[in-house]
């Protein structure tokens, strides 16, 4: 397959990939948008929501439109890290330890229901998701890029969880909300199915890939390329630095999240069709990159505040650049 | 009755000093009035409970709660004899259970159901006999002030039942092996013929505790109370003296009369001469019903805490403000005679105003958080004088827009000539259709701000190529060519749907 090799073809391949996708998850433009950014910007997801949302069936049709191997673990409470990322067994008939590659080796992995793991598995998943590679039996193995996790959250039933540690939750670069999709999407949703359009099922198959594995990290590379003024960039990082100091907040965000909120602004840019980053590029990505990097003080969350309305209140507090 | 014999020392104590008595009471004669409280209620607990299985229904069970004044006669029988060195047997107590359990008993089961002075009043039936007016007579007498506290003692021991009840129920509970699966939820809220004789049980087994400690409780005080009123500590005193000493007349006499004080149930296994006496007995009992017997008037004052203390320091003109205020308010008497005075209904009119204020502001909070407004209010946005860092001011502005682009662009200063011409634009139409914008509004912001509230107007619509001409110079450092910024700033002039400055 091609690879784009301008920022326009960027682009273009972009806003493709989104609109295929967009085909088969209906009424859910932008948490598709979002899950894209983070894609190209090579980074993981974490997806709140409840289910039947279409979680799976959106990490499917994005290993279908660009071709990349896709896996699913179903994290359970006796969930061992060896279940993710594979163990040394005993081959009797080579009289040899072979190594048995656990879901993780692969290119998207769909994490599902990842705080109902204990906190050890969690981490040999988080482990994989910093480091892009999996040690076992002290043999190192890289994974193929792209690689994305993309974790999953059920917000309601949270008896018997293990929340995710906020050190933990920083490696996401974005924390994304899927929700009920409006009535006029969920009814034409409702009549693709009935009239055969789509299947109920998680049929991707009328899928056709608009790029490959190369041409993901293609645009990755090009989205590097992406203008940032100084000023823009001071805006992000004076966005990330009055988190710590806001009045709601009892901790804000770390300088990982004003590198991901450059890098998340970026690709917004150029999804945007345009090779420089606006301020307003770096509004659109701020609340999936904070949401789950903050944390409400008590009197907020007693007040009934949540985190996307302080980074509301935050968003409108801080001064737009000027130039 | 003898009060020498009294095991416990009969002396005028505070309301919760006398329910500290009741308890020691208990504690020493737990078993005994235990045994009593099983011995009279286990039989008609388990039929009803049978009964209530039967009809798989609370009713016969609401009945056996209906009853307890009725159970909790024999151990107040118990009690009063066993204070005085008089310990009565089961038998006994079965045998005399007319005389001591029927006297008022109807009315405490009808009317006074649910008086919380029950375990203070029972004693006024079942040890004094009294009947009739009586009743109210010695009802005036032992509930004048000072309050004995019985009420509180009710409420206070039916908190103590129900949590001990729910928490031996939540014992039983974890008790339950979890193959039975139980659900706590379910446990409470479907209740089953198992379910109600299991909570029925605990709470039964509960009762066994708290009615023998209630009852000494409220026998204490009234045993406090009668000590206070008839002075049962000097007669004993003098009793004393008149033991040391050879009796004479009138110590002899004295005692009699203090003996004669109504107690009868007691008293006429003691003394028979008290029949004799009734006479006097009567008197007695009217004067202490009558209205200048020990008068108590309850009279309320605020002071100023140490105000002895204060005297020598000059007060500053806020104190003595609220000490004339309070001390006037204080003073009804003198409430013409003083130019200062504010009358209680005045202090009480603020703060009913200040109460109302309070939990009408509370209300209307609560309702914006769950964002009610009631009336939708009209919007009237103040016309912001910053956009994304750039000044809209009227005053910030050139008189002459087309020459002062047209300057900036002769010294090819593209970038001005664009801040220019998008600031004039947004200054000329939020003028025409104010919108909120925060400080942290961008220039993206305000377009779709103002195209979502006010569609396609033709400023708006000339405004999306502005913004983007700004925004690639601004951001992207490609400033558009000078003929780009002439044919938009034509553009812009030749909607003139509002007024340029100057232009």
């Not at chain 1, 599902?112 to 039996?137: F, G, H, S």
């Not at chain 2, 204070?83 to 029927?102: D, G, M, N, S, V």
């Not at chain 2, 008790?175 to 109600?196: A, G, K, M, R, Y």
């Amino acid at each position: 397959m091609s690879q784009p090799t301008t920022l326009q073809e960027a682009a273009a391949l972009a806003s493709e990939i989104e609109q295929r996708l967009n085909q088969v998850l209906i009424g859910q433009q932008q948490v598709v948008r979002e899950v894209l950014i983070a894609l190209i910007a090579g980074g993981h997801v974490l997806i709140e929501g409840v289910p039947g949302l279409g979680k799976t069936l959106l990490v499917r049709s994005l290993g279908k439109v660009l071709e990349l191997d896709f896996n699913r673990i179903q994290f359970t409470p006796d969930l061992m890290p060896t279940d993710v990322t594979g163990h040394a067994m005993y081959d009797q008939k080579t009289e040899q330890f072979r190594i048995r590659r656990g879901p993780a080796f692969t290119q998207l992995l769909l994490a599902d229901e990842i705080n109902r793991a204990p906190a050890k598995t969690q981490a040999a998943l988080l482990e994989v998701m910093q480091e892009r590679q999996i040690t076992i039996e002290g043999k190192a193995f890289s994974l193929k890029e792209p690689y994305m996790v993309l974790a999953t959250q059920n917000p309601l039933d949270q008896e018997g969880t293990y929340p995710l540690p906020e050190a933990e939750l920083d490696r996401f670069l974005f924390k994304v909300m899927i929700d009920y999709p409006d009535h006029g999407d969920e009814t034409r949703l409702v009549n693709m199915v009935l009239d055969g359009t789509i299947r109920a099922s998680l049929d991707v198959e009328s899928l056709t890939p608009a790029t490959d594995g190369a041409g993901l990290m293609a645009i990755r590379t090009l989205s590097d390329s992406v203008l940032i003024d100084g000023e823009v960039l001071d805006y992000a990082l004076r966005i990330v630095r009055t988190t710590r100091d806001f009045s709601g907040l009892s901790h804000g965000a770390s300088p990982r999240a004003s590198i991901a909120l450059a890098r998340a602004g970026r690709v917004q840019a150029l999804v945007e069709g345009r090779d420089f980053v606006t301020p307003d590029d770096i509004q659109q990505v701020a609340r999936p990159v904070l949401r789950h990097r903050i944390q409400l003080s008590a009197d907020a969350e007693i007040e009934g505040q949540t985190p996307e309305t302080v980074l509301g209140r935050l968003l409108e507090q801080v001064e737009a650049p000027r130039q | 009755m003898e009060l020498e014999k009294a095991s416990a020392r009969l002396a005028p104590r505070s309301p919760w000093q006398a329910v500290d008595l009741g308890t020691q009471m208990f504690r020493r004669w737990a078993w005994p009035t235990v045994r009593i409280w099983l011995a009279f209620t286990l039989l008609p607990f388990v039929l009803l409970l049978a009964y209530a299985s039967m009809l798989e229904s609370w009713w016969p069970l609401v009945l056996f709660w209906w009853f307890k004044p009725m159970w909790e006669r024999p151990l107040l029988a118990w009690y009063s004899h066993a204070l005085f060195a008089e310990e009565l047997t089961l038998k006994t107590l079965f045998k005399r259970w007319k005389q001591y359990a029927l006297p008022g008993l109807f009315a405490q089961l009808t009317w006074r159901r649910l008086s919380p002075s029950r375990s203070f009043n029972t004693a006024i039936w079942q040890l004094e006999g009294a009947r009739g007016d009586q009743v109210s007579q010695r009802h005036q007498v032992l509930h004048r002030a000072p309050s004995n506290r019985a009420g509180m003692l009710t409420l206070v021991l039916f908190h103590i039942e129900q949590f001990m009840g729910y928490g031996l129920l939540a014992l039983f509970y974890t008790l339950v092996p979890w193959q039975f699966n139980l659900e706590l939820s379910d446990w409470f809220f479907e209740q089953s013929v198992l379910q109600t004789a299991i909570a029925s049980s605990c709470l039964y087994l509960v009762l066994c505790i708290t009615e023998p400690l209630y009852v000494a409780c409220g026998f204490a005080l009234y045993l406090n109370k009668r000590t206070w009123l008839e002075g049962w500590d000097l007669q004993l005193g003098l009793t004393r003296i008149g033991k040391r000493r050879k009796p004479n007349g009138i110590a002899a006499a004295l005692l009699i009369g203090m003996l004669a004080l109504p107690f009868s149930e007691p008293a006429t296994a003691v003394d028979h001469r008290v029949e004799d006496m009734h006479a006097e007995q009567q008197q007695i009992i009217e004067l202490l019903a009558g209205e200048d017997y020990m008068p108590f008037e309850t009279r309320t004052q605020r002071e100023w805490k140490d105000q002895d203390n204060d005297e020598g320091e000059e007060a500053s003109w806020w104190e003595a403000f609220w000490k004339a205020f309070f001390d006037r308010a204080n003073d009804n008497t003198s409430t013409n005679s003083k130019p200062f005075s504010i009358p209680d209904n005045l202090i009480w009119a603020v703060f009913w105003a200040l109460f109302a204020g309070i939990v009408l502001w509370l209300l209307m909070k609560v309702a914006s958080q769950v964002g009610f407004t009631g009336r939708t209010r009209k919007q009237n946005h103040v016309i912001p004088t910053h956009v994304a860092g750039l000044d809209i001011r009227q005053q910030s502005l050139p008189d002459d827009i087309n020459a002062a682009v047209e300057n900036a662009l002769h010294d090819t200063d593209i970038r001005t000539a664009m801040s220019l011409l998008l600031r004039v634009s947004l200054a000329t139409l939020l003028r025409e259709y104010p919108v909120a914008l925060a400080a942290g509004s961008t220039e993206q912001h305000c377009l779709r701000t103002l195209q979502r509230q006010h569609g396609k107007a033709p400023g708006i619509e000339v405004l999306q190529p502005v913004v983007n001409a700004w925004v690639r110079t601004a951001w992207a450092h490609r400033p558009v060519s000078a003929d780009e910024v002439r044919e938009l700033l034509a553009q812009w002039q030749a909607v003139r749907f509002v007024e340029v400055p100057n232009g």
